[in-house]
């Protein structure tokens, strides 16, 4: 993937380009490879680009190598050891990954090369993103209802889904879940963690039937980022086509299908709602109430201090945030600025800064829920929740409701919550899912 979009439940991803070819890399790019990993893991960010392909070398500069290992130690921690490469399939190519042990959070190397050995992939991701191989099958089970596979078109080609509808006759209320930032997998995995197969297991026992979808981020993102692409291209337009094919299904209640979103996927929840006004509902699962550079550098901020980084740390951590944000304080989202700014194109984060999911919810007709839990980290909720709480306070149409010691994830959050919580094998709150359920049966059919 060629952006370095900021996922909401991780506040870290470097990728330099994406994946490339089908054949089993040769001997010479493994050696290639072993030597710019052990160049990059030393501070040899010269050295590290030596034997990348030419227009790869072009825009991986050592600078921006340099920043990614700052950012990445800033988050998984200190580096302790680099492991031997192996030979890996992922998304039908052939690479080489090695596994990266860091003191906090485990992460792993991905590389490639192209037919002259030159290197064409150098991702440095967390471990938790690579999928098992009985991964996707798994998706395709439920404990609680029955799973089928149902594929989502997109300009780029089929989204994998899984549609989980509950035992029994229908037709089912059934809801689309919208995941978060960056190239997340339907079950928004993270660790041992799904929180969106939890919520869709939850939703089933209560009757309910659900569709989630892989991101055009994680299945197409070679194609998928491209000079113009904006927030509509990675959440938008992909759930509004999801949402016909949900209430198309014969088990599907035309009438009373929802949308759901979590951290992004909330954000954008209103403009959804907006665009298909024949939802029955909008759920927001840790809402921000804007999704910009300024909230990655108070994300980072807090997180680095939560974990005891120093203040050289910080501002090494903070210094391309701050670039990127004052580079696009007075661009023009109808002449957007060339380049990447955080490795995605300036039109991304001009998208966002023009969309105000507050007062889009407003003129939204249908009924909202507004959840928020209450030890999250990264949607903070004295600065989000509250936001919505004074725009909808008085409003019958809403629902707004704050869960203690709940995380991101709506899982127990450590004391204080760090992302290690998240690496601890845990389920969504059983309360989140029955008030959920609760709130999607009390709703009217849509009229």
């Not at 903070?380 to 707004?400: C, I, M, N, Y």
Request: aromatic content about 8%.
């Amino acid at each position: 993937m060629k952006s370095r979009i900021h996922a909401a439940c991780m506040g870290l991803f470097f990728s330099a380009v994406s994946f490339a070819g089908n054949a089993e890399p040769t001997a010479a790019c493994r050696a290639n490879a072993q030597a710019a990993l052990m160049a990059f893991t030393h501070g040899e960010y010269d050295q590290t680009v030596k034997n990348f392909a030419p227009n790869i070398a072009a825009n991986v500069t050592p600078d921006k190598l340099k920043d990614g290992w700052i950012h990445i130690q800033g988050v998984a921690g200190d580096f302790r050891q680099l492991g031997a490469l192996q030979s890996r399939a992922l998304d039908g190519h052939s690479l080489l990954e090695a596994d990266m042990d860091f003191s906090r959070m485990p992460m792993a190397a991905l590389v490639d090369c192209d037919a002259q050995d030159r290197i064409t992939t150098f991702r440095i991701v967390p471990a938790s993103m690579l999928p098992s191989t009985s991964s996707q099958a798994a998706t395709l089970t439920s404990a609680t209802g029955i799973a089928s596979a149902l594929n989502v078109p997109s300009p780029y080609g089929p989204l994998p889904g899984t549609l989980v509808l509950p035992k029994g006759k229908g037709p089912f209320p059934a809801v689309l879940l919208v995941g978060g930032s960056g190239n997340h997998d339907r079950d928004e995995t993270l660790g041992p963690n799904k929180p969106f197969r939890d919520l869709a297991d939850g939703l089933a026992a209560a009757g309910i039937a659900s569709l989630r979808v892989e991101k055009r981020t994680h299945i197409y993102a070679p194609q998928a980022v491209v000079s113009n692409f904006t927030l509509d291209d990675e959440v938008t337009d992909d759930a509004l086509t999801a949402l016909k094919q949900l209430a198309a299904q014969p088990a599907a209640d035309p009438k009373r299908v929802f949308v759901l979103g979590h951290s992004l996927g909330a954000f954008m929840a209103p403009r959804i709602g907006q665009r298909d006004p024949q939802l029955a509902g909008v759920i927001m699962m840790a809402a921000p109430t804007r999704f910009d550079i300024d909230l990655l550098i108070r994300q980072t901020h807090r997180l680095a201090q939560m974990q005891g980084a120093s203040a050289d740390q910080v501002n090494a951590q903070l210094a391309p945030l701050i670039q990127a944000r004052d580079a696009l304080a007075h661009a023009d989202s109808a002449h957007p600025p060339a380049g990447n700014f955080l490795n995605v194109p300036a039109s991304y984060w001009l998208s966002a800064r023009d969309y105000d999911p507050v007062a889009t919810a407003k003129h939204v007709s249908e009924p909202m829920l507004i959840v928020q839990g209450a030890a999250d980290f990264q949607v903070f909720p004295q600065e989000e929740f509250t936001g919505w709480q004074a725009a909808f306070a008085h409003d019958p149409r809403v629902k707004l409701v704050e869960y203690p010691g709940l995380s991101h994830l709506f899982m127990p959050a450590g004391n204080p919550p760090l992302p290690k919580d998240y690496f601890q094998p845990a389920h969504m709150d059983p309360r989140v899912i029955q008030d959920i359920a609760d709130w999607i049966k009390a709703q009217p059919a849509h009229s």
